[in-house]
């Protein structure tokens, strides 16, 4: 149940940064005070920094999802 709720706080924080290019700069710059705004909650770091993990985590899979189908893609229209 408590695992559920962090991935989807996760999911939503992950969506935010990649809607709004100033949560995005934020975020790089500061992860761990981004993710305490955008959840409103102040919580202790080392559970914060674990949230930041996750939303590292799930930024990366994306974007290595969105280069396997753009080569994927690229491929189809002879380009690679």
């Known amino acids: 149940m408590v695992l559920d ?3 989807a706080k996760i999911d ?3 969506e935010k940064i990649k809607q709004d290019d100033k949560i995005a700069q934020k ?3 500061d ?3 981004t993710v305490e705004g955008l959840i409103g909650i102040d919580l ?3 559970q914060i920094e674990a949230i930041v993990d996750g939303v590292k985590a799930k930024i990366k899979l994306d974007k290595l999802d969105l ?3 753009g080569s994927a893609l690229g ?3 002879g380009k690679k």
């Open 75 to 77: 491929g189809l229209f």
């Open 27 to 29: 975020f790089a710059k």
């Open 12 to 14: 939503e924080i992950v």
């Open 44 to 46: 202790p770091n080392d």
């Open 67 to 69: 280069d396997k189908i």
């Open 5 to 7: 709720i962090i991935k």
């Open 31 to 33: 992860p761990i005070g």
